[in-house]
């Protein structure tokens, strides 16, 4: 039985050669205590000898667990330049890509452009694993909720960009324009370091997440930072067209070209010329309008209603949608061709209640935010009882339930603090009954027996549609022991049947 090798791939970064002489021993050590790999390729852009005493260091400190480890100088223009960074990468991407290793990749040394390109290859052309280490986390294995299609590759590490080397530094890691995406979520500080490099890189972008949790403040953002920022931002809700305005919306109509069509109209496409289309709920759209949207995405030319002529259109899409497209594709809901022209770059946020430490630290900066706005709510803070009613609340609505939800607290609060009654009668109590019957908010209260009762008005009337009526029968389908066990049941949760 062939044995499939281990082999950690890493730049090495300043914090590793500064190792030798201080006592943090670095992301590259950490890594190689922690996981064990047979061999270890460590590529460096300082100079041969630095590197030479690091590989030594290195081996001493790991002595008889110590792997094989090679090391190769890699002279770069500069540490941020994506294009030789890339041809780096992917030469040894190569060399050690096999069916005979397990290829790993450590993020964490080395500047933002060498973790980037890592991304880029990582999720494309060479399927690997990535490690992270860090002071506060230890090492781990990273899970990147980011996917970027191959095709994409050449244009997104074209040569000459020095504007994204530029922007891409230590210094200024995350643009100013995801300044209002307040987060300290892991998850989300990277989600908001990949959008600002989909952002540069012109290619369509989709968001995907629930209702309420950003993805309109992020595809302005990628606007902002984009090349497009001084161009239009066009939103489009495509859950809210009636089907007959589809067109129109869309490509815009001639004077005379419907009754009340009097005069040109410009749609979406034409509004957001040179800049960028965003097309939210974009999973709600109707097959012909998939076809029609297909074609302008594609070729970049529409025809208004009412004209004989094609226009052609420059547009960047940035689409978003709460729906799991994919999904949606296997049952034949959406066009499949349609959704690999949109999502090249694959921005999933994660819903509140799955952000470590936002909810509280989110809460805290949107009180002093309408503190700003309001006066009256100046001295407003949460109380203990408040917070914790937060932090057991599940958030359904996400940001934007818990920005109205503060802000009536706030209103209610007879004093400074905000009690946890207020917080309480502050939440919307929304009927459970349309949430899934495993979904509901225990810290709302939930009626277990009504959610039993659910359960049998549920499956009782299908199994008596399945056995023609029979009772016996339908017992046997649902596991009960005879009739008069499922009387029994009808009885008692009240199970509505139709003769
Ligand atoms: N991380 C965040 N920090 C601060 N405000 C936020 C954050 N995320 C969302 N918001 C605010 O919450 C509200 C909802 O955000 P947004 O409209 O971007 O969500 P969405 O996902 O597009 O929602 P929908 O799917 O319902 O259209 C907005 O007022 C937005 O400014």
């Known amino acids: 039985m062939g044995c499939m090798e281990a082999v950690l791939l890493t730049w090495v970064g300043k914090r590793d ?109 060479y399927p690997v694993t990535f490690y992270q280490s860090s002071r506060e986390q230890g090492v781990e294995q990273v899970e990147i909720p980011f996917n970027i299609a191959a095709e994409y ?18 210094q200024a890691l995350v643009h100013a324009a995801f300044d209002d995406i307040i987060t300290q979520d892991p998850n989300m500080l990277r989600l908001k370091k990949q959008a600002q490099i989909l952002a540069e890189r012109e290619v369509p972008v989709l968001i995907q997440g629930e209702t309420g949790t950003g993805k309109e403040l992020f595809a302005r953002a990628i606007h902002n930072v984009s090349r497009r920022a001084n161009q239009p931002f066009i939103a489009l809700n495509c859950g809210a067209i009636p089907p007959e305005l589809i067109d129109t919306t869309l490509f815009g109509h001639k004077k005379g070209a419907f009754t009340g069509a009097a005069s040109d109209r410009a749609g979406v496409f034409q509004q957001a010329h040179g800049g960028t289309l965003f097309l939210d709920e974009f999973g709600e759209l ?46 034949g809901g959406f066009r499949e061709d349609l959704f690999y022209r949109v999502a090249v770059g694959v921005l999933t946020l994660p819903p509140l209640r799955s952000r470590e430490g936002d909810l509280l630290h989110l809460s805290e900066t949107l009180l002093a935010g309408l503190a700003k706005q309001d006066k009256a709510l100046e001295d407003k803070k949460l109380s ?33 603090l905000i009690s946890g009654e207020e917080m309480q009668q502050a939440f919307f109590h929304r009927s459970q009954k349309q949430d899934g019957l495993l979904d509901r908010d225990v810290s709302q209260g939930v009626d277990i027996q009504d959610i039993i009762s659910e359960l049998v008005g549920h499956y009782v009337p299908r199994a008596l549609l399945a056995s023609q009526g029979n009772k016996s029968d ?26």
Request: neutral net charge.
């Open 17 to 125: 050669l500064e190792a030798i002489t201080c006592t943090d021993q670095g992301p590259v050590l950490s890594t190689l205590k922690a996981f064990q790999f047979s061999r270890v390729v460590l590529l460096s852009s300082y100079s041969s000898s630095e590197l030479r005493k690091y590989k030594s260091w290195l081996v001493e400190r790991l002595r008889d667990s110590a792997p094989s480890i090679e090391s190769h100088h890699e002279p770069l223009n500069s540490p941020i330049d994506f294009t030789s960074i890339y041809q780096v990468a992917d030469r040894h991407l190569q060399r050690l890509h096999s069916g005979q290793s397990n290829l790993s990749i450590l993020l964490s040394p080395g500047t933002p452009a060498m973790q980037a390109v890592w991304i880029l290859l990582g999720k494309t052309k």
């Open 474 to 499: 339908a017992a046997k389908l649902l596991g009960l022991k005879n009739y008069q066990t499922l009387n029994n049941w009808i009885e008692k949760h009240r199970v509505k049947i139709d003769n």
């Open 286 to 331: 109707t097959t012909a309008a998939q076809v029609r949207l297909l074609r302008a995405i594609q070729e970049g030319l529409v025809t208004p209603v009412g004209s004989q002529k094609e226009e052609s259109v420059d547009v960047r899409i940035i689409t978003a949608t709460h729906r799991n497209l994919i999904e949606d594709i296997a049952n």
């Open 384 to 416: 203990v009882d408040a917070k914790n009613l937060i932090l057991l609340h599940l958030w359904p609505g996400n940001i934007r339930e818990l920005r109205s939800t503060i802000l009536r607290a706030s209103l209610w609060s007879s004093d400074e």
């Open 153 to 170: 590759i050449p244009s997104a590490v074209s040569v000459n960009d020095q504007h994204l080397a530029n922007l891409i530094n230590d």
